[in-house]
């Protein structure tokens, strides 16, 4: 069946504006190189997701497509990087639809 990781990430919204949470409880199940799972996204609403992992020079590399935005389905891509046993640090690039701008989501997620 895989790996079952339960988080929390804390986060600050870099470059982006509006009123975003910063709080993303999520439950992800992990195989292999597969990955699905759901968090609470910065608009305050569940995200289903589900992509692949990539390992790369010490970081963790998911990727796929994500529910819970502006569209039904986008694409997304976060970066991790284990910095103790079940911290990391997780970057996230992000679009602001509404004032057409990029911009990154930082957090910090610890997971048991």
Same mark, same amino acid.
């Given at each position: 069946?895989?790996? /079952? $990781? /339960? =988080?929390?990430? /804390? +986060? ?7 009123? %975003?949470?910063?709080?993303?409880? +999520? ?8 990955? =699905?799972? $759901? ?19 010490? %970081? ?5 497509? /994500?529910?819970?935005? &502006?569209?039904?389905?986008?694409? %997304?891509?976060?970066? !991790? !990087? ?5 911290? !990391? ?15 990154? &989501?930082?957090?910090?997620?610890? +997971? !048991?």
């Amino acid at each position: 069946m895989g790996e /079952v $990781v /339960v =988080a929390l990430m /804390v +986060s600050a919204h870099i470059g982006l504006s509006g009123d %975003f949470n910063n709080i993303h409880p +999520s439950i992800m199940i992990k195989n292999n190189e597969y990955v =699905a799972g $759901v968090y609470r996204n910065s608009y305050y609403k569940p995200s289903y997701y589900g992509g692949l992992i990539k390992e790369y020079n010490g %970081f963790e590399i998911q990727y796929g497509a /994500v529910t819970g935005y &502006v569209k039904p389905l986008v694409p %997304f891509i976060a970066v !991790k !990087k284990e910095l103790v046993k079940n911290l !990391k640090l997780v970057v996230i690039p992000s679009f602001d639809v509404t004032h057409n701008n990029p911009g990154i &989501v930082l957090g910090l997620e610890v +997971s !048991k």
